[in-house]
């Protein structure tokens, strides 16, 4: 069992910066493949980014280049990093982990991942 803890998320104005928090307890999360996924009001949740234990990185399109996903083993904490927010980045970003992991693939599916923290708020004004 993993828990999950999502924090970082705040009000800003487009062009700001901001890096999410995802803290881990209950397990070694490094072992695990990790994503980053966020829902839009009235909108499905969709992936953004996964990293595997190894530290292979798979983003979906629209974020590369603006979103890095990184983590610290040591402090069992997942960031990720987002440049040059626009509000269409207003969502609650959730950070998972895949219950089933290993697998033969680590990438931001929402259906992969078992473990999911309550997220965090981003909201992004023009």
């Known amino acids: 069992q993993v828990q999950l803890v999502e ?8 062009g700001w910066s901001l890096r999410l928090s995802c803290a881990a307890s209950g397990h070694t999360y490094g072992s695990f493949c990790m994503g980053w996924f966020r ?4 909108k499905e949740r969709v992936g953004l980014v996964a990293i ?6 798979n ?3 629209f974020v590369k280049g603006r979103f890095t996903i990184s983590k610290d083993n040591a402090k ?3 960031y990720l990093q987002m440049n040059n927010l626009i509000p269409e980045d207003t969502a609650m970003y959730y950070c998972a982990a ?3 992991w290993p697998r033969a ?3 931001p ?3 992969d991942f078992g473990y999911w923290g309550q997220g965090t708020q981003v909201t992004v004004s023009s």
């Open 7 to 14: 924090s970082g998320g705040v009000s800003v104005q487009a």
């Open 109 to 111: 599916r929402p259906e």
């Open 59 to 61: 983003y979906v399109d």
């Open 39 to 42: 829902q839009a009001p009235g």
């Open 76 to 78: 069992n904490t997942l």
């Open 105 to 107: 693939w680590c990438y």
């Open 52 to 57: 595997d234990s190894d530290g292979s990185t």
């Open 98 to 100: 895949d219950s089933a």
